[in-house]
């Protein structure tokens, strides 16, 4: 059974037979083995044939992580319509500018969550493409409900189903996902079946899922690491699925324990939250076997605690993005705490990854340059805009990810920055990144976040925001006392603020804008 030969639809079709009994989705009162997402999948397809649905359309879905975010998935794609996910974090006019900027025929939302009201966002906003608005859950005027939605397809044939399943390829695109905006406005990324499927049949195999797993997603279905590395793997391996809409710690740590929760993915906040927490030691938490986990620095320490205090049995990190299907490079089971906390692994399989110079040529191990990645997890380019993704893919396939990288002799990958988050003192380059990794070893350190602020003299100097360990009397003048211990004097921060947390997107990265805003005194 080659993965890349299959689309998400025969992957679920595939699924029903071989894990027909088994739990596929539990959340709340909806319990689905994987023989009934398959019904639920086809009956979803019907609805949107009756909604006159064409193969290549865009259909957006701006809902939190419950069932029926994947049921709608799995059925648009079944009839050759792509998925655009869009973030919940969003307002109006950003969730307006994705569905403009896709096409999207359908929007699929929810009423009522979080006290937010998705529909009525999107009043004031200029949507010539979207036909209809469908309330996955809640209800709003400007929507129908799902369940109104879902019987205008009753009486489609199953065979019109099957016609159209049987036309989508490998190949065709099956999302697009509209990258953050960090610089300028969001793109949509291209990717198809056959790839993300294969990236995820080797990150599930290489992670170790299986059909005895359960997986709580907390990871938001709008992203590559909820949706791809979450349900779309867990449909791979035969996996229970458990959706989460809310991060919220006490809640985790009850559904681990009643849920017997064995799969926990997340970023580092997510369990350096779960360790702080008051009472940890009063929840059972013994299922607890596999964590992983992606970000620029993570302390060696976290590694230790989730393997001494969680019980994770096996603790893996990751590098990926939208770009790349949501995998680039993986440590490996058996890689040691060391290099688990501060590299993001090696290339996933048949993908080549190379660190390079702004000549393009590839530098030596041991030097920083920026990551290129080239393999069958590429991107097919970016919706509609074929200027960016000359920019982004060069002629010979390398797509550029605008990350500055250290490759060790073992092919490990040390992600020490964005390009665009680099700034320079006196001349000297300094990585944001690389300060936070220093800073994660001085005492009362919990998280920081280093950015560069201008300077008269410097042009830029360093500014670190610091969250201190519970019970610590760190402050300012410590932090910058150690610092000019411990390392250059280019890359000491010249101003230190200690805040109680920080502002966190909805995939749990640090929002360093936000930051940025604050000390030049916008916010």
Same mark, same amino acid.
């Not at 397809?45 to 006159?52: L, V």
């Not at 009839?79 to 974090?89: E, S, W």
């Not at 867990?234 to 064995?262: Q, Y």
């Given at each position: 059974?080659?993965?890349?030969?299959? @689309?998400?639809?025969?992957?679920?079709?595939?699924?029903?037979?071989?894990?027909?009994?088994?739990?596929?989705?539990?959340?709340?009162?909806?319990?689905?083995?994987?023989?009934?997402?398959?019904?639920?999948?086809?009956?979803?397809?019907?609805?949107?044939?009756?909604?006159?649905?064409?193969?290549?359309?865009?259909?957006?879905?701006?809902?939190?992580?419950?069932?029926?975010?994947?049921?709608?998935?799995?059925?648009?794609?079944?009839?050759?319509?792509?998925?655009?996910?869009?973030?919940?974090?969003?307002?109006?006019?950003?969730?307006?500018?994705?569905?403009?900027?896709?096409?999207?025929?359908?929007?699929? @939302?929810?009423?009522?969550?979080?006290?937010?009201?998705?529909?009525?966002?999107?009043?004031?906003?200029?949507?010539?493409?979207?036909?209809?608005?469908?309330?996955?859950?809640?209800?709003?005027?400007?929507?129908?409900?799902?369940?109104?939605?879902?019987?205008?397809?009753?009486?489609?044939?199953?065979?019109?189903?099957?016609?159209?399943?049987?036309?989508?390829?490998?190949?065709?695109?099956?999302?697009?996902?509209?990258?953050?905006?960090?610089?300028?406005?969001?793109?949509?990324?291209?990717?198809?079946?056959?790839?993300?499927?294969?990236?995820?049949?080797?990150?599930?195999?290489?992670?170790?899922?299986?059909?005895?797993?359960?997986?709580?997603?907390?990871?938001?279905?709008?992203?590559?690491?909820?949706?791809?590395?979450?349900?779309?793997?867990?449909?791979?391996?035969?996996?229970?699925?458990?959706?989460?809409?809310?991060?919220?710690?006490?809640?985790?740590?009850?559904?681990?324990?009643?849920?017997?929760?064995?799969?926990?993915?997340?970023?580092?906040?997510?369990?350096?939250?779960?360790?702080?927490?008051?009472?940890?030691?009063?929840?059972?938490?013994?299922?607890?076997?596999?964590?992983?986990?992606?970000?620029?620095?993570?302390?060696?320490?976290?590694?230790?605690?989730?393997?001494?205090?969680?019980?994770?049995?096996?603790?893996?990190?990751?590098?990926?993005?939208?770009?790349?299907?949501?995998?680039?490079?993986?440590?490996?089971?058996?890689?040691?705490?060391?290099?688990?906390?501060?590299?993001?692994?090696?290339?996933?399989?048949?993908?080549?990854?190379?660190?390079?110079?702004?000549?393009?040529?590839?530098?030596?191990?041991?030097?920083?340059?920026?990551?290129?990645?080239?393999?069958?997890?590429?991107?097919?380019?970016?919706?509609?805009?074929?200027?960016?993704?000359?920019?982004?893919?060069?002629?010979?396939?390398?797509?550029?990810?605008?990350?500055?990288?250290?490759?060790?002799?073992?092919?490990?990958?040390?992600?020490?920055?964005?390009?665009?988050?680099?700034?320079?003192?006196?001349?000297?380059?300094?990585?944001?990144?690389?300060?936070?990794?220093?800073?994660?070893?001085?005492?009362?350190?919990?998280?920081?976040?280093?950015?560069?602020?201008?300077?008269?003299?410097?042009?830029?100097?360093?500014?670190?925001?610091?969250?201190?360990?519970?019970?610590?009397?760190?402050?300012?003048?410590?932090?910058?006392?150690?610092?000019?211990?411990?390392?250059?004097?280019?890359?000491?921060?010249?101003?230190?603020?200690?805040?109680?947390?920080?502002?966190?997107?909805?995939?749990?990265?640090?929002?360093?804008?936000?930051?940025?805003?604050?000390?030049?005194?916008?916010?």
């Amino acid at each position: 059974m080659h993965f890349s030969q299959l @689309t998400i639809p025969q992957l679920v079709q595939q699924a029903a037979q071989q894990f027909a009994t088994r739990s596929a989705i539990e959340d709340g009162d909806i319990r689905l083995t994987y023989a009934q997402l398959d019904e639920q999948r086809v009956q979803a397809a019907k609805s949107f044939i009756a909604a006159g649905i064409q193969h290549g359309d865009r259909i957006a879905v701006w809902a939190p992580n419950i069932a029926e975010w994947i049921i709608a998935s799995i059925g648009l794609q079944s009839v050759g319509a792509i998925l655009v996910p869009i973030n919940t974090r969003m307002k109006g006019a950003e969730a307006g500018y994705v569905l403009r900027a896709s096409g999207a025929k359908l929007l699929l @939302t929810v009423s009522g969550f979080l006290d937010l009201d998705y529909p009525a966002m999107l009043k004031n906003e200029s949507l010539p493409d979207v036909q209809q608005m469908i309330c996955l859950r809640g209800q709003s005027d400007l929507c129908i409900s799902w369940s109104d939605f879902l019987a205008k397809g009753k009486n489609i044939p199953d065979a019109d189903v099957a016609v159209r399943t049987a036309q989508v390829k490998p190949a065709d695109v099956s999302d697009l996902i509209f990258t953050s905006g960090t610089t300028g406005n969001p793109k949509g990324v291209k990717t198809g079946h056959g790839q993300n499927i294969k990236v995820f049949a080797v990150w599930s195999e290489l992670v170790g899922l299986t059909e005895n797993d359960r997986y709580l997603i907390v990871n938001p279905f709008f992203h590559s690491f909820g949706y791809k590395a979450g349900w779309l793997a867990c449909l791979i391996r035969g996996t229970a699925i458990l959706p989460m809409a809310v991060f919220d710690a006490a809640k985790i740590l009850e559904r681990i324990g009643t849920d017997k929760i064995s799969v926990l993915p997340g970023p580092p906040t997510l369990y350096q939250t779960i360790l702080a927490f008051p009472n940890l030691k009063d929840y059972d938490i013994s299922n607890l076997r596999l964590a992983v986990t992606g970000a620029a620095a993570i302390p060696v320490s976290l590694i230790h605690q989730m393997r001494n205090e969680m019980g994770f049995k096996t603790v893996l990190t990751a590098y990926g993005l939208t770009e790349s299907c949501g995998v680039v490079s993986m440590c490996r089971d058996g890689d040691d705490a060391e290099i688990i906390a501060t590299t993001s692994g090696r290339a996933i399989p048949d993908v080549e990854v190379r660190c390079i110079n702004e000549d393009g040529k590839e530098v030596a191990r041991g030097e920083p340059g920026e990551i290129v990645v080239r393999g069958y997890n590429v991107m097919q380019g970016y919706f509609n805009n074929d200027e960016e993704t000359a920019k982004a893919i060069d002629k010979d396939g390398w797509m550029h990810t605008g990350d500055i990288g250290v490759m060790d002799a073992n092919g490990y990958l040390k992600i020490t920055d964005r390009m665009k988050d680099m700034f320079i003192v006196g001349g000297f380059n300094c990585y944001p990144a690389e300060i936070e990794n220093m800073l994660s070893t001085c005492e009362g350190v919990a998280q920081s976040a280093v950015i560069g602020i201008p300077d008269e003299r410097m042009g830029e100097v360093a500014m670190a925001y610091i969250v201190a360990k519970a019970g610590s009397d760190l402050t300012a003048e410590k932090v910058v006392a150690w610092c000019k211990q411990n390392m250059a004097n280019y890359k000491v921060p010249r101003r230190v603020e200690i805040i109680d947390a920080f502002p966190l997107n909805a995939t749990g990265k640090v929002m360093k804008f936000v930051l940025r805003d604050r000390a030049l005194g916008k916010a």
